[in-house]
């Protein structure tokens, strides 16, 4: 990237997170159905595969996308939040768009932006903007199809103004409840609203209170549902180099020794709804070739989820962000790796259920290094640190201001006592935790 493109992207990136941030909500589409009509429209120029869900909804996003790009469409792909570059959030391609294409298509909807705040009494939101960007790029490109993951819950986000006729619900579990709702029902119920007449809904295994709530919205508006464990599923799967070889049962056909280059069984049940999405667009009755489900699934990767970034000893960074998240991350590392002592480095934010996740995390780290990270909702390390102790003792926890100390300290812990191997560090405890870590330890290109 140029330095007049990097400054360009910074002044623009600034700009648009003085709008309302990501953790502020009000619960209305008005402003974004204005947005897109006096745009013309951008969103009705494509189909869309609508993503919802507590968690797994970026890895089964990118998933959909590389299968629908290995059938030759050209996609489009909208994610938040974000780990190293905002530029992240669009995708044309399977790549993020150029810093000059978001740039560019900044300055061309800023004066747009500026008649939607002036006819409302609220402006367009960070998120509400950064939606905009998206579904005007993919008009502009133009792409075949976008898939499009949810910001938070679902009926009234701001992505919930497309007529898509697939859409996905990931796991549903505890998160964002101050928005939501305090229970899975409640949470639900939100994620429910993306279902929309005739419509293809591809079902993960989800809690019985959550599959309730969304199989009565599929009746009640006249969808057709798709349901992981019914009419498709993962029938086997064993750890390879790298990732894990699986056996997956789609809508049409079975496909075998499909391998994914990414760690857990929740990997796994992604894919498997991946693939129930993509086949569900299609819409035909024949399977997909057997060769192009296995070249797909062997692209993908998903930066961020269980990623290695260093060896010697492992270091892995990890999106997670709430305890069903954690307890997932969990069964995934006894699952893929062999670690004789793993310690954590750990940064939440405050809004989160930190004790839930601490006490997720417990039974598997030797020890742990709280921090912070760059975020103003980040929690106070000296607070997140008296959570710890409370979970781990204070044996077991250790206190850096910093993360890249953090980091540093927790691989000197590590390899103690663990001169034969095994030694491991993880990186966790949000989005933002894991992408300063990630810009911290993978070497510069």
Not at 39 to 54: E, I, Q, R
Not at 211 to 230: C, F, P, Q, S
């Amino acid at each position: 990237m140029s330095d007049d493109a990097a400054h360009a992207l910074a002044r623009v990136e600034k700009e648009l997170l003085a709008r309302w941030p990501e953790s502020r909500i009000e619960w209305k589409l008005e402003r974004m159905t204005a947005l897109m009509h006096a745009l013309g429209d951008p969103h009705l120029a494509y189909p869309v595969v609508h993503v919802a869900g507590t968690n797994g909804k970026t890895s089964t996003s990118r998933m959909i996308d590389a299968l629908l790009r290995a059938l030759g469409l050209r996609t489009g792909r909208y994610t938040s939040p974000h780990l190293e570059s905002i530029t992240e959030r669009i995708s044309l391609d399977g790549e993020p768009i150029s810093p000059e294409v978001f740039v560019d298509q900044y300055e061309q909807m800023a004066p747009f932006f500026d008649i939607v705040d002036a006819q409302s009494d609220t402006k367009l939101s960070f998120f509400e903007a950064m939606t905009g960007l998206g579904f005007a790029v993919f008009a502009d490109a133009p792409v075949d199809v976008a898939v499009v993951e949810v910001g938070m819950g679902g009926r009234l986000d701001a992505t919930n103004i497309v007529p898509a006729p697939v859409s996905v619900i990931t796991p549903i579990d505890l998160d964002h409840m101050a928005q939501l709702g305090n229970t899975i029902a409640e949470i639900a119920g939100e994620k429910a609203g993306i279902i929309k007449a005739d419509q293809t809904v591809v079902m993960s295994l989800q809690p019985v209170d959550a599959a309730e709530v969304l199989l009565r919205k599929v009746v009640e508006v006249g969808a057709t549902v798709a349901r992981e464990g019914l009419e498709f599923g993962v029938v086997s799967r064993d750890n390879a180099v790298g990732g894990q070889l699986m056996s997956l049962q789609g809508l049409h056909a079975r496909y075998d020794e499909v391998f994914v280059p990414l760690f857990g069984g929740y990997q796994a049940s992604n894919a498997a709804c991946a693939l129930a999405a993509v086949e569900a667009f299609t819409g035909g009755e024949h399977p997909i070739d057997s060769e192009i489900v296995r070249s797909a699934f062997a692209s993908v990767r998903s930066p961020g989820r269980l990623e290695v970034v260093r060896s010697s000893p492992t270091v892995l960074v990890d999106a997670t962000h709430n305890p069903a998240g954690a307890r997932a991350t969990v069964e995934a590392l006894a699952d893929a790796f062999a670690f004789r002592r793993l310690v954590g480095v750990i940064a939440i934010l405050a809004d989160k259920d930190v004790t839930g996740m601490l006490e997720a995390f417990e039974p598997f780290l030797a020890s742990v290094v709280v921090t912070e990270n760059s975020s103003p909702r980040a929690m106070p390390v000296d607070d997140l640190a008296a959570v710890a102790v409370e979970v781990f003792g204070p044996d077991r926890v250790v206190v850096e201001s910093g993360l890249a100390a953090a980091i540093a300290t927790a691989v000197e812990i590590s390899e103690e006592d663990a001169e034969f191997g095994g030694a491991g560090v993880i990186v966790t405890g949000s989005v933002i935790t894991a992408g300063e870590a990630r810009a911290l330890l993978r070497p510069k290109r």
